[in-house]
């Protein structure tokens, strides 16, 4: 069991940077819950949405993916959400009876950046990743079948 450290716990730990992620964590701010991070494993978030020219019609308004990266930019910066990129997810363990805290999962990442391996620990996580990062992870861990860990399918620009 690793050492729990205040400054790596979160009541929420969104995993991927692209469209579904950047729109989770702005959720999780709507609903309060303003101890969250984003985890994403290039330089920068964005995913998709920074290479894609189709429109993505949202309530009603066309945008563009960089217009959309910009508007969930904007909202990064003004609710001060934390951000982790260059950093991958390698593994989930459940904390069932750890004594942890709240803290009910630990999450094991590599920062590109930093030291090999570090340890982020939260009550929930959302997995806003690819159809074939899910699918590794599911062949990894027996967590992802629990109520508290939520995957959001890779996301499918809408076109209008």
Same mark, same amino acid.
């Given at each position: 069991?690793?050492? !729990?450290?205040?400054?790596?716990?979160?009541?929420?730990?969104? &995993? +991927?940077? +692209?469209?579904? +992620? #950047?729109?989770?964590?702005?959720?999780?701010v709507d609903l309060g819950v303003t101890n969250t991070i984003l985890l994403e494993k290039s330089n920068e978030v964005g995913g998709q949405l920074l290479t894609n020219a189709e429109p993505i019609v949202l309530s009603g308004k066309t945008f563009s993916g960089k217009e959309l990266l910009a508007q $969930?930019?904007?909202?990064?910066?003004?609710?001060?959400?934390?951000?982790?990129?260059? @950093?991958?997810? #390698?593994?989930?363990?459940?904390?069932?009876?750890?004594?942890?805290?709240?803290? !009910? $999962?630990?999450?094991?990442?590599?920062?590109?950046?930093?030291? %090999?391996?570090? $340890?982020?620990?939260?009550?929930?996580?959302?997995?806003?990743?690819?159809?074939?990062?899910? @699918?590794? #992870?599911?062949?990894?861990?027996?967590? #992802?079948?629990?109520?508290? &860990?939520?995957?959001?399918?890779?996301?499918? %620009?809408?076109?209008?």
């Amino acid at each position: 069991m690793q050492e !729990y450290t205040d400054d790596k716990y979160y009541n929420c730990i969104v &995993v +991927g940077g +692209g469209a579904s +992620g #950047l729109a989770a964590i702005s959720a999780m701010v709507d609903l309060g819950v303003t101890n969250t991070i984003l985890l994403e494993k290039s330089n920068e978030v964005g995913g998709q949405l920074l290479t894609n020219a189709e429109p993505i019609v949202l309530s009603g308004k066309t945008f563009s993916g960089k217009e959309l990266l910009a508007q $969930f930019l904007r909202l990064i910066e003004i609710y001060e959400m934390k951000t982790a990129p260059h @950093t991958a997810l #390698l593994s989930i363990e459940m904390n069932k009876n750890s004594g942890m805290k709240d803290a !009910y $999962f630990t999450i094991s990442v590599q920062n590109s950046e930093k030291e %090999p391996e570090e $340890f982020y620990y939260c009550n929930y996580i959302i997995l806003a990743i690819s159809d074939d990062a899910i @699918t590794a #992870l599911r062949a990894d861990s027996n967590s #992802l079948s629990d109520p508290r &860990v939520k995957i959001i399918p890779k996301e499918t %620009p809408v076109s209008g």
